[in-house]
């Protein structure tokens, strides 16, 4: 299984979009990351990670997704350019750090490290790297298309346009 | 101006200074003349900022740095005197070095001093054009650290996830159950920052250090919760802060 990372919509639930952050409504991105997730958790969204020969990762959208999110612009932003980068899953209990280095002809050989004493059964990978640019930009995507469904309020909100606009910029 | 712009900023004028300058346009060794969407959107978040500002003085319009008004900010010609070790220049670990911000050819230079270097850098590696007063010097971007507990840039994830509340509580009950790995809270977020403060030290990695006791439990797997001895710090790279700190049971792996 290659690494991949989806954010999943709930399968049967009804949302339940979320009024009355009229007071706390993110101005910046990174509160922006904060309070989406937990919105996006209340609603049952999942964070699916995999890769590694592990499927899945003991990830959850409140606390890992956040956490991948505000990486996301820095490591979109060196992939895109063919760099080295890197995606840390800092979270106790996860403690695992996937490098990505490029190869030759646009491909990228992807690397797993851990903090624990887990270890993965395979810690390499090859991938192409606008595969995993593709990747991250529908995680990112998907984020920004789950906040306006379980938010309203922050669907027309400038921290979410600015999100979308560092996420897109190349 | 918005932290994550910042952090992508600071990215990209770091691999400027790592050689990377094999995007954009025109790259030399040194210095990249971003003519991209991101140069402008980093040059409009920089005015909204008061970083920098369209120089009256100018016929055709070349920007030029602020005073920064009353924002945590250097300007000056000597910038040997900003980096020396120690200096708490930014969040970021960065004094980011603005020459020669000129609108004329649609380009900016932009090039990155490693915080604590005691180099000498010169400002204006392609020599481009002649730099004006207000036009050169090293900026520390507003922003540092401020060590109160709800300060996200400071403390990143440490008290979001693992401060004190039942509502933490509940979620990293949920949590060591998903991992299997017991999850650390603090009970006092407040103590746990001055904590935190006193044991910052930018240039050291990941670490565990003793706390006192009842500043922190852990959450294990089977629900039960028992007094944590010691504290994981995972510093933010290169800058005053972290990414996240928790409490823990025993030293863990780090030294």
Redesign the interface.
Known sequence: MKFSMKLLPPLAAELNPSFGLEDQAPT????LL?VGCGLLDQNQYQFVVSGFDVTPW?T?V??DL??VL?QL??TL??VR???AATL?F?????ERIVDLAPLPDSMYELRCRS??SWHPTFDKETRRGEDIVDDMEQLSEAFADGLRKVSPELRHSQALV??I??TA?? | MDQAWLDLLADNVDAMAAGHADWCDAPTANYVQLRCDTAERILQQSIAAGLVEVDPGSANGALRLTSCGGAVCHLTDNISSLLVPGNSLDPLGFVIGLSGLETAGNFAIWRSLPNGSTTTHNLQPGGASPRRAGERGAVSLPGGSSWNPRSRNTFGHTFDTHGSGPSNTRSLTGRAGGTGQGQGQWLDNAAAARLLQSASNPTAGPRSIPIPPGLGRVILPSGQIVPATHATLVPLPGGNGYRTAYPVVGGGPWP
């Open positions: 910046e991105i990174r509160e904060f003991p959850d409140r606390y956040h956490l505000e612009p820095t932003s060196r350019r063919g760099q840390d800092f979270g106790q209990g996860l903090g624990m600015d999100w606009a560092l910029a190349k």
